[in-house]
């Protein structure tokens, strides 16, 4: 076996005796020196590596068990976007396929309804403090992109009503921050006054946002589940989602119109990430850990469904009820849920308090 420089340095220093460190050229000085290494370390090093080296046999075991599920079942993947989403269709033996985008009118709706939100972050920091007129400089800019954008609202392909509400809402903006500007300062009730004024008029443009993007997308998979015809009943699908989007979430919950309650969390699955956006090799390397792991539950402990749950979960549970006993503490857990259960992947248990925009009226 060959050593890279570095490892042929550290050997030469470690092993070297007294009278050879006296024979090194003094360029040797800064970095020689007698290193010191127990069983011990070297013992636990090497059991350390063997948990290192399972991840890259699972990579590359994982690029086969990949193929091998592409090659015998259609996958369908929803990823989120800022476009109202992408959904892309694996089928055995042919080339991936993008769906067709959402209609424009959706990033329309959304555009005008996050102007309103993005002033907050203009003017939020600087709320009744007269002395600080730093936020001048961004409120002009943003108010001359706000004013081209209502300038161009007429000739943008939006229905007439749907038109009407966001002129309403650009010119709220404009005066919100022409008000601010003229004052050199934004009074906290000015600010509260523009988020109650705004809102009837923001809601509408959720409302018509999810109209539009549900019914696109609902076409898109009746016609993908009638292509694949007896196919379907072996076709995995999933979709991405941060916190924030995890309830509710839109991809995942048309995917369940269509794969119905007992695909969820077997065929249907709802893969978290760290940000809106991931990439279509990222899912579906989850996808194919996911299903891959499956297998590896059921030969060792019988469980097909064994591997898409912490495994130390069920002990740590144990223990944490121990644990807090020991303390005098009362465990608080959620109830245990057995393995392949078919919940859904987000809050279910209902409650009192207002849980859409609607409820809030």
């Given at each position: 076996?060959?050593?890279?420089?570095?490892?042929?340095?550290?050997?030469?220093?470690?092993?070297?005796?007294?009278?050879?460190?006296?024979?090194l050229p003094a360029y040797m000085a800064p970095i020689s020196g007698k290193a010191t290494t127990t069983s011990s370390d070297v013992a636990t090093k090497d059991m350390l590596a063997l948990n290192t080296g399972m991840f890259e046999l699972y990579g590359d075991a994982g690029k086969i068990f990949q193929k091998n599920i592409l090659s015998k079942h259609p996958v369908i993947l929803g990823l989120f976007s800022g476009a109202g989403g992408r959904m892309i269709l694996y089928r055995p033996g042919m080339a991936p396929m993008d769906a067709p985008q959402v209609p424009i009118v959706y990033q329309l709706l959304k555009s005008v309804g996050?102007?309103?939100?993005?002033?907050?972050?203009?003017?939020?920091?600087?709320?009744?403090?007269?002395?600080?007129?730093?936020?001048?400089?961004?409120?002009?800019?943003?108010?001359?992109?706000?004013?081209?954008?209502?300038?161009?609202?007429?000739?943008?392909?939006?229905?007439?009503?749907?038109?009407?509400?966001?002129?309403?809402?650009?010119?709220?903006?404009?005066?919100?921050?022409?008000?601010?500007?003229?004052?050199?300062?934004?009074?906290?009730?000015?600010?509260?006054?523009?988020?109650?004024?705004?809102?009837?008029?923001?809601?509408?443009?959720?409302?018509?946002?999810?109209?539009?993007?549900?019914?696109?997308?609902?076409?898109?998979?009746?016609?993908?589940?009638?292509?694949?015809?007896?196919?379907?009943?072996?076709?995995?699908?999933?979709?991405?989602?941060?916190?924030?989007?995890?309830?509710?979430?839109?991809?995942?919950?048309?995917?369940?119109?269509?794969?119905?309650?007992?695909?969820?969390?077997?065929?249907?699955?709802?893969?978290?990430?760290?940000?809106?956006?991931?990439?279509?090799?990222?899912?579906?390397?989850?996808?194919?850990?996911?299903?891959?792991?499956?297998?590896?539950?059921?030969?060792?402990?019988?469980?097909?469904?064994?591997?898409?749950?912490?495994?130390?979960?069920?002990?740590?549970?144990?223990?944490?009820?121990?644990?807090?006993?020991?303390?005098?503490?009362?465990?608080?857990?959620?109830?245990?849920?057995?393995?392949?259960?078919?919940?859904?992947?987000?809050?279910?248990?209902?409650?009192?308090?207002?849980?859409?925009?609607?409820?809030?009226?």
């Amino acid at each position: 076996m060959r050593l890279s420089p570095s490892l042929a340095v550290a050997a030469l220093l470690s092993t070297g005796t007294v009278a050879n460190a006296q024979t090194l050229p003094a360029y040797m000085a800064p970095i020689s020196g007698k290193a010191t290494t127990t069983s011990s370390d070297v013992a636990t090093k090497d059991m350390l590596a063997l948990n290192t080296g399972m991840f890259e046999l699972y990579g590359d075991a994982g690029k086969i068990f990949q193929k091998n599920i592409l090659s015998k079942h259609p996958v369908i993947l929803g990823l989120f976007s800022g476009a109202g989403g992408r959904m892309i269709l694996y089928r055995p033996g042919m080339a991936p396929m993008d769906a067709p985008q959402v209609p424009i009118v959706y990033q329309l709706l959304k555009s005008v309804g996050h102007s309103t939100m993005a002033l907050v972050q203009v003017v939020g920091p600087y709320v009744d403090n007269p002395d600080n007129k730093s936020w001048r400089g961004s409120m002009l800019a943003y108010r001359s992109r706000m004013q081209s954008a209502l300038d161009g609202l007429d000739a943008t392909p939006m229905e007439a009503g749907w038109r009407d509400n966001n002129r309403t809402i650009l010119q709220n903006n404009i005066a919100f921050m022409d008000e601010c500007i003229a004052k050199g300062v934004i009074p906290f009730a000015t600010l509260e006054a523009f988020g109650k004024k705004q809102a009837p008029y923001l809601a509408k443009n959720v409302a018509w946002a999810a109209q539009t993007q549900v019914a696109h997308w609902m076409t898109v998979l009746a016609e993908w589940k009638a292509q694949l015809g007896a196919d379907w009943d072996k076709t995995y699908a999933a979709s991405n989602t941060i916190y924030v989007a995890r309830q509710n979430n839109v991809l995942f919950s048309v995917l369940a119109q269509f794969f119905g309650p007992e695909a969820i969390n077997t065929r249907l699955l709802l893969i978290e990430t760290i940000s809106f956006t991931t990439t279509p090799a990222d899912m579906l390397e989850s996808l194919t850990r996911i299903i891959a792991d499956r297998s590896i539950g059921a030969l060792f402990f019988g469980n097909y469904r064994l591997m898409d749950y912490e495994l130390m979960g069920g002990d740590a549970r144990a223990a944490i009820i121990a644990e807090t006993g020991k303390r005098g503490m009362t465990p608080f857990l959620p109830p245990a849920v057995p393995f392949g259960s078919k919940q859904w992947p987000t809050l279910v248990t209902p409650g009192s308090g207002p849980a859409t925009i609607a409820d809030l009226k």
